[in-house]
């Protein structure tokens, strides 16, 4: 098993967790990643830290308390496929929150360092942006969470749909160096959701020079660590994949490099 591949418990801890992914287990600097599973009843709390946090809710209704804000029923789809927007809450470092599931829940908890400068706030449906980038096998669908459009102070979390056959984080690009404005550097974590659950997803993850160069076979609620290189992603025929993006890096913007090999994709007709 490659060691890019964060596999989940084969059932929630105490608190519910299921998986995490934190700078020190990562070997890197910015991004922390836990996926938690509640039972309708029940509540998880945490304090933030340093660390800013974005609770994306990818299923299931919620009550969600922080230092100074409160939210009840949150929450409107029972599974990440049936593709409407997430709701989502953002709280910076030095708060806490609290939340406690009124159905089954299925929480995305994505952070990074903070700085303060930023209040608790609801991300409802109707603030997360949606595209749909690529043409033909390239086509997939993307709901901007926390794009750097939105105020945070390091994380950037977006989700993405790619129907069976397709690829996504393609052309292959990467974002590993502090270049700006041509480059900026962020680690990603990929959480991934396939549908039927006993599919999988192929991404690659491989640098220039090819000190890095894996090819891994990802399954239903596995998590791929990027720390570097370009790491396209492919969904088989029957199969489609869902995964929630998270990136942290020293500045907060996306401006990512193609694979010179492949860039020549971008420019193909789309008639």
């Keep these: 098993m490659s060691n890019l591949i964060v596999m989940p418990r084969s059932t929630p801890d105490r608190e519910g967790v299921v998986l995490t992914v934190t700078p020190e287990s990562a070997g890197w600097t910015y991004v922390g990643f836990e996926l938690v599973q509640l039972s309708a009843g029940q509540t998880f709390r945490r304090n ?65 360092p903070g700085n303060s400068r930023n209040e608790a706030r609801l991300i409802a449906p109707d603030r997360v942006g949606s595209e749909t980038r690529g043409y033909g096998a390239l086509e997939r669908r993307i709901h901007n969470i926390l794009p750097e459009s939105e105020s945070a102070d390091s994380l950037l ?73 370009y790491h396209p992603v492919s969904a088989p025929p029957g199969y489609e994949v869902y995964y929630l993006n998270v990136m942290a890096g020293p500045i907060r913007t996306w401006k990512f490099h193609n694979d010179p090999d492949h860039e020549w994709i971008m420019s193909k007709p789309q008639g």
């Design 48 to 112: 933030t830290g340093s660390r800013e946090v974005c609770i994306v809710l990818l299923s299931g209704i919620a009550e969600v308390e922080t230092a100074k804000s409160q939210w009840s029923g949150i929450g409107e789809r029972m599974s990440v496929f049936e593709r409407s927007k997430p709701y989502s809450v953002y709280v910076p470092d030095g708060d806490f929150y609290e939340i406690r599931a009124v159905t089954e829940l299925e929480l995305a908890v994505c952070s990074a």
């Design 157 to 229: 979390v977006v989700e993405v749909f790619t129907p069976a056959g397709h690829w996504s984080s393609y052309p292959p690009h990467k974002h590993d160096r502090n270049a700006l404005p041509a480059e900026s550097l962020l680690e990603e974590t990929y959480y991934y959701r396939i549908q039927p659950e006993q599919g999988f997803a192929v991404q690659r993850i491989y640098t220039d020079d090819r000190t890095l160069d894996e090819t891994v076979v990802v399954g239903n609620g596995q998590t791929v660590l990027v720390p570097r290189g």
